[in-house]
C-alpha cells in the first residue's frame, strides 16, 4: 500500500491509521483460512437447535453416546436474567425457545426444583405458557407426550402425489419448508408418543392449568380460518381410516427422503430437515445401524461445536459464503488478485459449483446448471444469493486456469438468468415460488413457507452483472430495475431478507444500481443515500435491532454494531462514486467508528444477531460477518482516498 508524496500531514496520518487497520484486519483473516483453502465462521443462533438435537436422540436412545452433559451448561449460560431463553442477543427472551430450552434441562435429568427451572417456569407462565407456543414447539412436546397431538394441524400426505403441474405441489413451498414438510407428513400421520427416560411430563408450563387446555388451532378471524375447516376434515378421515391413497402416499414420501438425502447425510443443508427426516426413520422403524440413519447423525454431529465444558449445534454451515465474501474483503482492501491464498480459495470455489440439476428444475424447464449452495455440499439447493457473491469473488481475483474461471461464470449467469421470476426480481432458492397463501395455513405459523424474489437478492444479481461486465438480456436488466423502484419504500430503504433489515437491503441495492444503472436511477439512490444518513447514531456507527422486522417503525434504529455499519458504509460508498459526491462527513464518521472499535488483533466485538433466517421468527449471528463487512468498508474507502490524494 504505497501513496504520493505529496500530501498533506492530515492526509497522511489518516490514510497511515487506515492502513494499519485494515493490515490488521488482513492478518487477522488470513490467519483463519482453512488448509484447504476455505473461510468458515460459525453460525449461532438460539437454542431450540440444540434442545431439538437432544430430544432426537432421546427418542432413538442415542443419547449417551455424544457428551450432551455439556449442553446443560451450554444452557444454562444462555439462559437471562428473566429466566427466560432469547430468539436474539437482547430480546429479553422469547417464548417458545425458553419452553424448548425447558424441556431439553428436563431431557438432560434436571428436576423442576432446580433454581434455573424455577425462573424458567416463572417467565413462561408469565408469557402464556405452552398453549401460546409456536405449532413446532408443540409438535416436539407432543412427541414425548408433553402435548396432545390433537392441538397440532393434519397436514395430509397425500399432497405427495400431485402432478408436477397441478396448481399446488411440494415445490410451491419453499426449499426449507419443503425439506422440512415431506418427513413430517409421516410422523403427523402416525402421532406417536415416544418414551423417555426418566418419564416426566410438562404440567407444570400450563398457565390455564392442563386441565383446562383447549386444543383448537388459534383463528385469524379472517379467510384463512376456512384452513381450520379443513384441518377437522383431515382430522376426520385420519379418525376413520380414510385417508385417500394414505400408504402410497407414505411410500412417496419416504421415497423422497431417501432419494434427497446428500453424501453428506444431510437434508438440504439445514437441520430441521435433519432433525425431522431422522424422526420419520424411527416412525418408520429403521435400525439405528441403518446406513441412512447413521449417515444422518453423522450429519448432525458435524453441525455441532463442542468445547471444554459446551455443546451446541448450528443451524446450518457456510463455507462457500463465508469464503466468497472473505475474497471480495482481501481484494477490495488491496491484496493482490494473484495472491496465493486468493487462488486457493478460488480453486476452492470452483470446485464446488453445482453442476447436476436440483429441485429448482421442477419449475424451470430451461435453466441449466451452475450455481453454488451455501454449505460444503447442498447439490439439491444452489441459491442466488451465494451464486451471485461468488461470481463476484472469481472475477476480482487471478487464477492459474482463467479459461476455466470464466466458463464456471458464464455458466452461472446463465442459470441465473432463467431463474428470475415473473415480478422481475430472483428469490434465494426456486422461480416464482410465491403462492402467499401457504403461509396462512396452521401449519405455517412462522410465515416462511414460500420462497419469492426479495430486493436484496435481487440487487445482488444486478450487482454481479454490473460489477463483473456481464451481458444478461436487457429486458431482464430492466424488469429488475423495474422490481426494485417498487420495493424502494417511501423514506428511500429497501427491506432486507436475509439480513437486519433496512440497512442490510438498502446498502445492497445501492451497491448493485451504483454499477448497473447509475444515470438512470438517481433519485432513488439519492433517497437512499439520504436515509442511510439520517440513522447513523451519534457514535458514527450504524444499527438495527431485529425487531424492525416486527415494527417497521424501527427501521434503521438499534445500537450499532460493526457489520451494519459496514453494510451503511459500503453502500454510501458506492453510490458516492457513481454520483461523483461522496456523503464524506457521514462516511467519515462511520469510518472512524470502525477505526476506534477495532480489537487489538485486527477484528470487531459484535454480539447482536445481524443475519435473519425467518423474519420474526429466526436470526442468525455470522461470527465472520464482524470480520468481512468492515474490511471491505475500510478498503473501498482507502481506495477512493488513494484516487483523491493522486488526482
Not at 618 to 636: D, E, Q, V, W
Request: proline letters at 5%; glycine letters at 8%.
Amino acid at each position: 500500500m504505497q501513496t504520493q508524496n505529496r500530501v498533506t500531514s492530515t492526509q497522511k496520518v489518516e490514510l497511515s491509521n487506515l492502513t494499519k487497520a485494515i493490515i490488521a484486519s488482513q492478518n487477522y483473516i488470513m490467519s483463519r483460512q482453512y488448509p484447504e483453502g476455505y473461510w468458515w465462521g460459525e453460525l449461532e443462533s438460539n437454542i431450540t437447535l440444540t434442545a431439538e438435537t437432544i430430544l432426537l436422540h432421546k427418542i432413538w436412545k442415542t443419547d449417551k453416546t455424544r457428551p450432551f452433559h455439556k449442553v446443560e451448561t451450554y444452557l444454562r449460560r444462555q439462559q437471562n436474567e428473566q429466566g427466560g431463553w432469547e430468539l436474539f442477543y437482547g430480546d429479553g427472551g422469547e417464548l417458545s425457545t425458553s419452553v424448548e430450552a425447558y424441556m431439553a434441562l428436563r431431557l438432560l435429568g434436571v428436576t423442576p426444583e432446580d433454581p434455573a427451572l424455577i425462573r424458567a417456569k416463572d417467565f413462561i407462565l408469565s408469557q402464556g405458557g405452552i398453549s401460546k407456543t409456536r405449532i413446532f414447539t408443540k409438535f416436539h412436546l407432543a412427541l414425548i407426550g408433553c402435548y396432545d397431538w390433537k392441538g397440532i394441524p393434519s397436514i395430509p400426505p397425500w399432497i405427495m402425489l400431485f402432478p408436477d403441474n397441478f396448481p399446488f405441489t411440494i415445490y410451491e413451498m419453499s426449499s426449507w419448508a419443503r425439506e422440512s414438510t415431506v418427513p413430517l407428513l409421516i410422523v403427523f400421520d402416525k402421532k406417536p408418543i415416544f418414551e423417555i427416560e426418566p418419564a416426566f411430563n410438562l404440567d407444570e408450563l400450563y398457565a390455564e392449568g392442563v386441565e383446562n387446555v383447549k386444543y383448537a388451532l388459534p383463528r385469524n378471524h379472517n379467510w384463512s380460518d376456512i384452513f381450520l375447516g379443513l384441518d377437522k376434515l383431515f382430522k376426520w378421515t385420519e379418525k376413520n381410516n380414510l385417508v385417500p391413497f394414505h400408504k402410497k402416499s407414505l411410500q412417496a414420501a419416504e421415497r423422497w427422503m431417501l432419494n434427497h438425502q446428500q453424501e453428506s447425510g444431510d437434508w438440504g443443508g439445514i437441520m430441521p430437515p435433519m432433525v425431522n427426516s431422522l424422526i420419520a426413520f424411527k416412525v418408520l422403524n429403521y435400525d439405528v445401524a441403518d446406513p441412512s440413519v447413521q449417515r444422518g447423525f453423522e450429519a448432525i454431529d458435524r453441525f455441532s461445536i463442542e468445547e471444554e465444558d459446551t455443546y451446541r449445534v448450528q443451524a446450518c454451515v457456510s463455507p462457500v459464503w463465508d469464503t466468497a465474501w472473505v475474497i471480495r474483503a482481501l481484494v477490495d482492501s488491496g491484496l493482490k488478485p494473484d495472491h496465493p491464498s486468493l487462488v486457493k480459495a478460488g480453486e476452492w470455489l470452483l470446485d464446488k459449483q453445482i453442476l447436476e440439476y436440483g429441485d429448482w428444475a421442477i419449475k424451470n424447464k430451461q435453466g441449466k446448471p451452475g450455481g453454488w449452495a451455501f454449505e460444503f455440499i447442498n447439490r439439491f439447493y444452489p441459491d442466488l444469493d451465494d451464486s451471485a457473491v461468488v461470481v463476484m469473488a472469481l472475477n476480482g481475483i487471478k487464477l492459474p486456469d482463467e479459461n476455466c474461471k470464466k466458463a464456471a461464470i458464464n455458466r452461472c449467469l446463465e442459470w441465473m438468468a432463467t431463474m428470475q421470476c415473473k415480478p422481475g426480481g430472483w428469490a434465494a432458492f426456486d422461480v416464482d415460488n410465491d403462492q402467499a397463501w401457504i403461509n396462512e395455513i396452521p401449519y405455517g405459523d412462522l410465515k416462511a413457507m414460500i420462497d419469492p424474489n426479495t430486493a436484496d437478492v435481487t440487487a445482488r444479481v444486478l450487482e454481479m452483472v454490473g460489477s463483473c461486465g456481464l451481458k444478461m438480456d436487457e429486458n431482464r436488466v430492466q424488469k429488475a430495475l423495474f422490481y426494485l423502484e417498487k420495493e424502494q419504500e417511501s423514506d428511500g430503504s429497501w427491506f432486507g431478507r436475509w439480513g437486519v433489515n433496512y440497512i442490510y437491503g438498502t446498502s445492497g441495492v445501492l451497491s448493485a444500481l451504483a454499477v448497473i444503472a447509475p444515470n438512470t436511477h438517481k433519485p432513488q439512490m439519492e433517497k437512499a443515500v439520504n436515509w442511510l444518513i439520517s440513522c447513523q447514531n451519534e457514535d458514527g456507527g450504524w444499527g438495527e435491532t431485529c425487531w424492525s422486522y416486527n415494527d417497521p417503525s424501527l427501521k434503521g434504529t438499534g445500537v450499532s454494531t460493526a457489520s451494519q455499519t459496514a453494510w451503511a458504509l459500503i453502500g454510501l460508498l458506492d453510490a458516492g462514486e457513481a454520483l461523483e459526491t461522496l456523503a464524506t462527513d457521514a462516511i467519515k464518521r462511520g469510518i472512524n467508528y470502525l477505526l476506534d472499535t477495532q480489537t487489538p488483533d485486527g477484528t470487531w466485538e459484535e454480539a447482536e444477531f445481524t443475519g435473519t433466517g425467518f423474519p420474526c421468527h429466526f436470526y442468525i449471528r455470522y461470527h465472520l460477518y464482524r470480520h468481512y463487512f468492515p474490511l471491505i468498508a475500510l478498503g473501498r474507502y482507502w481506495k477512493i482516498g488513494l484516487k483523491n490524494l493522486k488526482g
